[in-house]
């Protein structure tokens, strides 16, 4: 089955500055890319997503690109504010969803 | 967000005995999914459906075992429950599930079970 890696387990940034979440995949078949952030208590929602036919994506602040050929995608965030502290996952879908192990991310102001 | 719910969202239970956790959902997506998450690992998929008493399982799934009667309920049964199952699971659903058509899921507000 699929194998999801992610990197860093823990990230602290100052407010203002960039974060970069990165995660790899193993299957070839994963063709859908979604990032979920998770605050506590709650269930994971989404942030953004990118299929296999798109190489970057942009929401705002917020941006995910992949490389097929290199199974890496990273998840972007500029601008970071206190709000953004949370935990986020990455996942990787071929016939069903595979999550990363999660990034805690603290925006300290 | 989408109409998804847990029951129940908190729940002590001794060892050995069993469990059913339920989830409703409201969006009439087809595939539903059950998942735990444990520090360190994530979430992990325990068991899925993909319609109605159409089940398979996922990665974790011993000591676990599923029911889909309605469209609407996934139930999630810990037939006798042991320490090792102290977790916090998701429900979760989503509608397609082939190339090209792939869409997100959307996940419940979760379940902690303790398990003393």
């Known amino acids: 089955g699929e194998n999801v890696e992610q990197h860093p387990s823990t990230l602290s940034v100052q407010e203002g500055d960039s974060a970069v979440i990165k995660c790899t995949y193993s299957?070839?078949?994963?063709?859908?890319f979604p990032w979920y952030k998770q605050e506590l208590g709650k269930g994971p929602q989404l942030i953004i997503d990118?299929?296999?036919?798109?190489g970057e994506k942009k929401d705002q602040r917020i941006a995910v690109t992949l490389n097929k050929t290199a199974k890496h995608f990273s998840l972007h965030i500029t601008e970071t504010q206190p709000e953004d502290s949370a935990v986020y996952f990455c996942a990787a879908k071929g016939n069903q969803f595979y999550f990363g192990t999660g990034t805690s991310l603290t925006v300290i102001p | 967000d989408a109409g998804i719910t847990q029951s129940p969202r908190h729940k002590v239970t001794e060892t050995g005995t069993p469990v059913t956790l339920r989830c409703h959902q409201t969006e009439n997506h087809r595939y539903m999914y059950w998942y735990r998450q444990d520090p360190g690992h994530g979430l992990r998929l325990i068991h899925y459906?993909?319609?109605?008493?159409?089940?398979d399982k996922g990665e974790v799934s011993d000591g676990y075992s599923v029911s889909r009667s309605k469209t609407e309920d996934f139930l999630l049964t810990l037939e006798s429950a042991t320490s090792s199952q102290t977790s916090v699971y998701f429900c979760a659903i989503s509608e397609h599930s082939g190339q090209g058509r792939d869409t997100e899921a959307f996940f419940g507000q979760g379940t902690r079970l303790t398990v003393v």
């Open positions: 299957d070839s078949a994963s063709n859908y």
């Open positions: 459906s993909y319609g109605v008493k159409d089940t």
């Open positions: 990118i299929r296999s036919n798109v």
